[in-house]
């Protein structure tokens, strides 16, 4: 197998040495081979594709953790990734144009329109969780790592229905320029609650009692939804409360429900917030 230097690896894919070391350390492009003396990489000339597919995605601003995932997937299912990617790309952008026109109505004095809300009834339930302080950019790694690989990989029960659908709630504000606290929450099985979580000594067990909650669907199916859109469905359901004398217990909810209709392509996204 013919190798060449990192620097000439970096002139045939037209990636910097830098991301190049970035990559390595990440597991999204490890060296064919690295001196055990000097810790000097080289690459394989056929490594140069997989380069540069990382740096087209990487331009599109998929993120590293979503590259990561996506590099594991057959090429079928890889482009699927990348296109459901891209539709929520474009639904952050539809949103950050709805989300002007709301400010420009509200600096104008005028009442700006709002997503269709709608209430629902939510029993008492035993929760996991867990509470972090994270910014808007480590967020979406997060829940995936917790939800995904730890909880749903691990094959812990679920709850059937609306009741069942895990969630995260922000109980303040979470954005890419301060960390804020935000709770993940998984519904277990009360009969089952205590066994489960045994499993996990770092996740809290807890009790919520029933409830109603008004919600928002919005998003893509199988991308994280954020940004604009949060601040949307958050107006949308701060406005309906104030109009009908309803006090929101608690922070806004980002609810994962499953899709059977969505293919393999992920939850829908809604937003809620409990009612007192």
Known sequence: MSLVSIGEFSRLSRLSPKALRLYDELGLLVPARVDPATGYRWYAASQRDQARLVAALRRIGVPLARIRDLLALEPASAAELVRT????AEAEHAARRDLIGHLVDHLHGE?????????????ARSLLSLMRRVHEDELEERTRELFIH?????GVPRIEGIAGAPFTIHHGQVSGDSDGPVEWCWPVPGDRADEVAAGFPDLTLRTEPAHQEAFVRQGVPGRWVGGAQVEIAVEALFAWAGERGRQPAGGVRSVLVPNPANKGAGPDCEFAVALR
């Open 85 to 88: 990617y891209w539709a929520g």
């Open 111 to 123: 009442k700006p329109a709002m997503y269709e809300v709608a209430v629902r009834d939510i029993p």
């Open 150 to 154: 730890r909880l749903f990989g691990g």
